[in-house]
């Protein structure tokens, strides 16, 4: 297999604690582009493989706000400007009567912000990803844990790259094909 059918090199572990173990040795000696993969969540793996903060909740924040928004001056517009009923005497800018459907909008633009948000970012759909070929992968969703070093990092050389993943001791390294 020649560098440039390359995706990088993976080594398999058997705990969680190996892994983050793993992953911070591999960031402290200069690897950036690299990726982790267990079959639960893992404290402590995403800050140890080096992604950024999530930006969900600012999302889900602005989606929340825009929907709360959105639903009071739907109402209000209504009620007040495009079709003005004086019921009861009661004002025409009755806001009491507007809560349940600004609350109601509110938690469904949050809702609906969050899953295309949590969609958008994470790349999805990616029916396809190199790791896919590795050695053992399938494992990964059962009980299993891998970090792939790219060979898009800067510091990346197979060989070195290979005795730094050996010198983890993982269960294995696997090369993997583009």
Same mark, same amino acid.
């Not at 690897?31 to 992604?51: C, H, K, Q, T």
């Given at each position: ?8 090199? #993976?080594?398999? +572990?058997?705990?969680?604690?190996? %892994? ?8 402290? !000696?200069? =690897?950036? /582009? #690299? ?12 800050? !140890?493989?080096?992604?950024? @903060?999530?930006? %969900? ?8 706000? !825009? ?6 001056? #739907?109402?209000?517009? @209504?009620?007040? $400007?495009?079709?003005?009923? /004086? ?5 025409? /800018?009755?806001?009491?009567? +507007?809560?349940? $459907? ?7 633009? !949050? ?6 948000? #949590? ?8 029916? =396809?990803?190199?790791?896919?070929? @590795?050695?053992? +992968? ?10 792939? $070093? ?29």
């Amino acid at each position: 297999m020649s560098d440039s059918s390359l995706h990088g090199l #993976m080594a398999e +572990f058997d705990t969680p604690g190996e %892994i983050v173990r793993s992953a911070r040795s591999a960031r402290e !000696a200069g =690897y950036r /582009n #690299m990726d982790a993969y267990s079959p639960f969540p893992v404290e402590g793996l995403a800050e !140890a493989v080096g992604m950024p @903060a999530s930006r %969900i909740p600012l999302l889900v924040l602005l989606g929340g706000a !825009a929907g709360c928004i959105g639903g009071f001056f #739907m109402q209000y517009y @209504a009620a007040v $400007i495009a079709y003005p009923l /004086n019921i009861g005497g009661r004002p025409l /800018n009755s806001w009491p009567s +507007f809560i349940p $459907i600004t609350f109601e909008l509110t938690i469904l633009c !949050a809702g609906l912000t969050a899953v295309i948000g #949590m969609l958008v970012l994470n790349g999805f759909p990616k029916p =396809y990803n190199p790791v896919f070929n @590795a050695e053992r +992968f399938e494992h990964a969703t059962q009980d299993t844990f891998f970090l792939c $070093i790219e060979s898009s990092d800067p510091k990346f050389s197979r060989e070195e790259t290979g005795r730094f993943l050996e010198s983890l001791h993982p269960r294995g390294v696997y090369a993997v094909e583009q």
